[in-house]
């Protein structure tokens, strides 16, 4: 008698296969690891780190300085590599990728914003030379160039400062210059790493503006590195990492109040891994002197957590 699966069955399974993580992600890490080693020194900057960003998102990492959110922004960027786990950006696998193909990676499907303006544009070039020139390495023709150049500069505030250099320019319409940049060929993500960490309030709105419509009217997925709270404050989702993994999120929602006016409403949550680890946030453990151990009781519909109390015993 034969016991093989005839095709119908083969097809039954198939379709009934788990969805794999993040398949249909924008951006999708997965246990994701890095570790420096030098000079003897091992430091492991991310620990397993999990982390979906969807298409068209605005996502603000934050975190305590060391807490990772810099190296996996690298990482994202290509400018890294990892040493373990799974990184997806726009279905490029930064793991396994040879240095044209990650050459090409930087180069078309993701844009990068730093925080010091000095590193992001040419200083003899003018605003509009500065656009043009990714799009001069990718091929594009002159007239193209030109008119895709200044319309961007259009979009993000700078269309007057177009034949003026960064010498000329305020830091502001410097990091709005590099937005355009950072945009010119079309990119499908933009990172940006502090982007108004050395501006003054008013000039840090009005870069996060222009990062705004980058991601609402082109559609560019985009995530920020920040410490500024009123970019924290004013994202689709922020996103906090604590000691190499990702550790709460805050969701934002649009709705309407009694009045018919819109208001944005915003709910924190701590993140489950997919490995089951929670980090607890160190204010609720401090005040209830949790550390070691803590016991665990499954309720109806919740999960009771105390600290141990099983040396006060024997005290």
């Not at 975190?63 to 400018?79: D, M, P, R, V």
């Not at 990172?191 to 000039?203: I, M, R, S, V, Y």
């Amino acid at each position: 008698m034969n016991d093989a699966p005839n095709l119908a069955e083969l097809e039954r399974r198939a379709g009934a296969r788990a969805s794999q993580y993040g398949e249909n992600a924008h951006i999708v890490c997965d246990n994701l690891v890095r570790i420096y080693r030098t000079e003897g020194v091992e430091v492991i900057a991310l620990q397993g780190l999990d982390l979906l960003v969807g298409k068209g998102e605005m996502v603000a990492l934050v975190g305590a300085s060391g807490s990772g959110k810099s190296t996996l922004l690298n990482i994202l960027a290509g400018l890294d590599v990892p040493t373990a786990g799974v990184a997806r950006v726009a279905d490029a696998d930064l793991l396994d990728m040879s240095g044209r193909e990650r050459l090409r990676f930087r180069r078309e499907l993701v844009g990068f914003v730093w925080q010091q303006t000095g590193r992001n544009l040419l200083p003899y070039l003018s605003a509009a030379e500065n656009v043009e020139m990714p799009m001069r390495f990718a091929g594009r023709g002159r007239k193209d160039r030109r008119s895709r150049a200044a319309e961007l500069l259009e979009l993000m505030g700078v269309g007057h400062r177009a034949g003026a250099r960064p010498a000329e320019m305020s830091g502001g319409e410097q990091q709005r210059v590099s937005i355009a940049v950072a945009v010119a060929n079309q990119p499908k993500i933009i990172l940006a790493d502090e982007p108004t960490g050395e501006l003054d309030t008013a000039t840090g709105a009005e870069v996060f503006g222009a990062l705004r419509r980058a991601n609402r009217e082109l559609g560019v997925t985009t995530v920020i590195v920040t410490h500024d709270p009123d970019v924290a404050g004013n994202v689709d989702r922020t996103v906090g990492i604590r000691d190499g993994r990702t550790s709460s999120e805050i969701l934002r929602r649009t709705t309407l109040d009694a009045d018919g006016r819109e208001e944005i409403v915003a709910a924190e949550y701590a993140v489950l891994d997919r490995a089951g680890r929670l980090q607890l946030p160190r204010e609720f453990t401090s005040a209830l002197e949790m550390k070691d151990r803590v016991r665990l009781a499954l309720e109806t519909d919740h999960i009771g957590v105390w600290p141990d109390r099983s040396h006060d015993d024997h005290r």
